[in-house]
């Protein structure tokens, strides 16, 4: 699958593209890409493009409404790649100048000149242009003019409520990351590296490996312990999976003050190696409790023990 990361770069011909932000790449969006990888296949020579761009909108447009996010950009990358591989994603720099044109040189200049349209996905509530001006009966009718089919895709509902990324944002907020895989179709993660903590595990007989997110807006699920698999990579990219007990919060037993909330994953299943500045990957499984202040460490360890033992008997 081929990445461009600037519009200067290309010349496509042939394309269906599915246009969106993909945060989550959840099954709504899925299915939009990969209508748009089908409909390729028809097309002699026909290249299936996912468009999408480096930050929302919003952080721009309108930063007060800005919603945290669901993935980094490289895992947007890499999960389109997984589960509805296009054949190029374009990533558009979502900067003042883009955010400038009108909906009319969005669609000649990016669309048709750019990228070579021939038949566009996108979801019933697409907006595009300087001041989201455009809609999809705009972009319609721009087909007719340019030569270029529009096809609207539904969005995939669950129990009656459309799965979106706002739904998901709140599930994840509320610590429901079982619920949130089931509308992701993939569990919620978070990417970082791996940092310099208090070291206070070590001491406790539960050494922890502490994540910086990659993404300083990326959302963190709700303070509390939980089941998850944490994934390592070495210098030659090859992957290891481990079962582990995460903590995400303000450790209140051990820390005074504190206003930020950090991320520990006690790595298990025998795991001792040192990992400080490596790149990290934890993937949320289900929520075993929330966060509590302990009246001792004594307390404390003896709590973490029996998370672990639930832990073991939910990750295999």
């Known amino acids: ?76 990358v890499e999960m389109i790649a997984e589960f509805s591989p296009v054949d190029a994603v374009v990533i558009v720099p979502f900067d003042i100048n883009f955010a400038s044109l009108s909906a009319h040189d969005f669609v000649k200049d ?22 989201r001006a455009g809609g ?13 089919g529009v096809d609207v895709v539904h969005s995939v509902a669950e129990h009656g409520e459309r799965v979106s990324s706002t739904r998901i944002r709140a599930l994840v907020a509320a610590g429901d990351v079982a619920a ?22 070590r001491t406790l007989g539960f050494p922890t490996a502490n994540l910086e997110p990659d993404e300083p807006k990326q959302l963190l699920p709700s303070p509390g312990v939980y089941a998850a698999r944490v994934l390592l990579s070495d210098a030659n990219g090859a992957q290891t999976v481990w079962p582990a007990a995460v903590s995400v919060g303000l450790n209140p037993t051990t820390d005074k003050v504190r206003t930020k909330s950090k991320v520990e994953a006690f790595i298990m299943g025998g795991f001792h190696d040192e990992i400080y500045g490596s790149a990290m ?17 004594e307390a404390l360890v003896q709590q973490i023990a ?9 990750i295999v």
């Open 110 to 131: 990016v669309l048709v000149d750019r990228l070579g349209a021939l038949r566009i996905f996108v979801g019933a509530d697409f907006r595009y242009g300087k001041g």
């Open 136 to 148: 999809v009966m705009d972009l319609e009718a721009a087909g007719e003019a340019y030569h270029f």
């Open 281 to 297: 990957d934890i993937e949320f499984v289900e929520r075993l409790r929330g966060e509590k202040k302990f009246d001792s460490l």
């Open 306 to 314: 029996q998370d672990v033992r639930t832990v073991e008997g939910i």
């Open 180 to 201: 949130a895989h089931s509308l992701l179709g993939h569990p919620f993660s978070l990417r970082g590296s791996v940092v310099y903590g208090k070291q206070l595990g």
């Open 1 to 76: 699958m081929k990445v461009y990361r600037s519009l200067s770069e290309i010349r496509l011909r042939d394309t269906t593209i599915a246009i969106g932000v993909f945060d989550g790449v959840h099954r709504g969006h899925q299915k939009v890409l990969i209508r748009a990888k089908e409909s390729a296949r028809q097309i002699p020579g026909g290249q299936s493009v996912a468009l999408t761009f480096d930050r929302h909108p919003a952080e721009l447009v309108a930063p007060e409404h800005a919603p945290s996010y669901l993935s980094t950009l490289s895992q947007r």
